[in-house]
């Protein structure tokens, strides 16, 4: 059985809402980074047994949260033994802003995978850019390299745009199915 781990910090609820939706889509296992930076007891050993590891964080003035930027740097024992080698990476991000720099902090997550050799999944999701587009179609943020998602700054996790969960839960299951496949 392919194990999928979604390791992410989340600030306000959000995040955490779009990880859980790339979980159900990948039938993964949720990883939380805490307020403080940190994952709980037996975290780094869960990341090292999966099989493909997606990473998420809110884009915060352009970039990764400082919580999973301390992740990040922390990961350099395991980049060191190489434990993370030609596993199967993904990333995700949600801001306010329609742009808010999104694709900055996807740059973050696959550079990250890059510095330990992991192996990058791409969105695989055709664009919802045409005039009969609506808001709650998938990949409506158009992205490509990951999943996104835009969620009003004075609003809830329950306003969260039903297409951006549902871009969300697809991404999730494709990661799973090309860590499946690499597995064969």
Known sequence: MTEVVVVFHSGYGHTQRMAQAVAEGANAQLLAIDAEGNLPAGGWERLKAADAIIFGSPTYMGSVSWQFKKFADASSKPWFSQDWKDKVAAGFTNSA???????????????????HSMIWVSQGLMPSNTKAARRDDVNFLVSYSGAMAQSPSDGGVADMARGDLETARLFGARVAEIARRLQR
């Open 97 to 115: 802003g329609m742009s808010g720099d999104k694709l900055a902090t996807l740059t973050t997550l696959f550079t990250l995978a890059m510095q």
